[in-house]
């Protein structure tokens, strides 16, 4: 799942624009130049009243200055499987969370619903989304759980596998620790950590000074 919460912003050729209130036809800015929308699919998760959210349904917080001393300019919040755009790679939100800086959103677990949209353009694309560099909708098969899916496919027909914008780095897991130590240990002198390693690294380090 690969969204974002109610009430983001995404930069449109004419301003930000919260994204329940984008419309088909509306221009994107992408780091390949203005893309039009082609959908804004929804979807309102309702937990059980006698059963807590699962882990995995929790949003991420990135908090304002995460990133650097622009990005984001103002909290995001997106689904756990939504990737970044980071040094040239995709990484989903949920390998960054340091705890501090970018976190995952304990408000929602009293909340009684859950609500995401996602957009969709003709092709996988970076966006930016309260001026943080993340991905567009991307179809890799299977079940589309929008609210609004029966709408779309009489409108385009069935989704289409998407080509991926920049190479997409995730673990099976969350942030494997055990792994990155290990890996850390093993040369002092050759940086042997992968893209996400670095960048979980070199945000929470930034986190860190920030609050120090």
């Given at each position: 799942?690969?969204?974002?919460?109610?009430?983001?912003?995404?930069?449109?050729?004419?301003?930000?624009?919260?994204?329940?209130?984008?419309?088909?036809?509306?221009?994107?800015?992408?780091?390949?130049?203005?893309?039009?929308?082609?959908?804004?699919?929804?979807?309102?998760?309702?937990?059980?009243?006698?059963?807590?959210?699962?882990?995995?349904?929790?949003?991420?917080?990135?908090?304002?200055?995460?990133?650097?001393?622009?990005?984001?300019?103002?909290?995001?919040?997106?689904?756990?499987?939504?990737?970044?755009?980071?040094?040239?790679?995709?990484?989903?939100?949920?390998?960054?969370?340091?705890?501090?800086?970018?976190?995952?959103?304990?408000?929602?677990?009293?909340?009684?619903?859950?609500?995401?949209?996602?957009?969709?353009?003709?092709?996988?694309?970076?966006?930016?989304?309260?001026?943080?560099?993340?991905?567009?909708?991307?179809?890799?098969?299977?079940?589309?759980a929008w609210?609004?899916?029966?709408?779309?496919?009489?409108?385009?027909?069935?989704?289409?596998?998407?080509?991926?914008?920049?190479?997409?780095?995730?673990?099976?897991?969350?942030?494997?620790?055990?792994?990155?130590?290990?890996?850390?240990?093993?040369?002092?002198?050759?940086?042997?950590?992968?893209p996400i390693?670095?960048?979980?690294?070199?945000?929470?380090?930034?986190?860190?000074?920030?609050?120090?």
């Amino acid at each position: 799942m690969r969204c974002f919460a109610r009430g983001t912003r995404i930069l449109t050729t004419g301003g930000e624009v919260a994204i329940e209130r984008l419309a088909i036809g509306d221009e994107i800015v992408t780091a390949n130049g203005p893309k039009p929308v082609k959908w804004i699919g929804h979807q309102t998760l309702r937990r059980n009243p006698s059963v807590a959210w699962h882990p995995r349904i929790l949003p991420v917080r990135i908090s304002r200055f995460a990133i650097d001393d622009c990005t984001p300019h103002r909290d995001v919040l997106v689904s756990q499987d939504h990737s970044l755009f980071i040094d040239g790679v995709l990484i989903p939100a949920r390998h960054l969370v340091n705890g501090t800086s970018i976190r995952f959103d304990e408000a929602a677990l009293e909340q009684e619903t859950i609500e995401y949209f996602h957009v969709e353009l003709d092709t996988h694309e970076v966006i930016f989304a309260e001026g943080l560099a993340v991905e567009s909708f991307i179809y890799c098969g299977g079940r589309v759980a929008w609210d609004n899916l029966a709408e779309y496919l009489q409108r385009y027909g069935a989704h289409q596998v998407m080509s991926p914008f920049a190479p997409i780095h995730s673990y099976e897991g969350g942030f494997d620790e055990v792994r990155g130590l290990f890996r850390l240990a093993a040369s002092r002198l050759v940086d042997v950590r992968d893209p996400i390693q670095i960048a979980h690294d070199r945000l929470k380090e930034r986190a860190l000074l920030r609050a120090a």
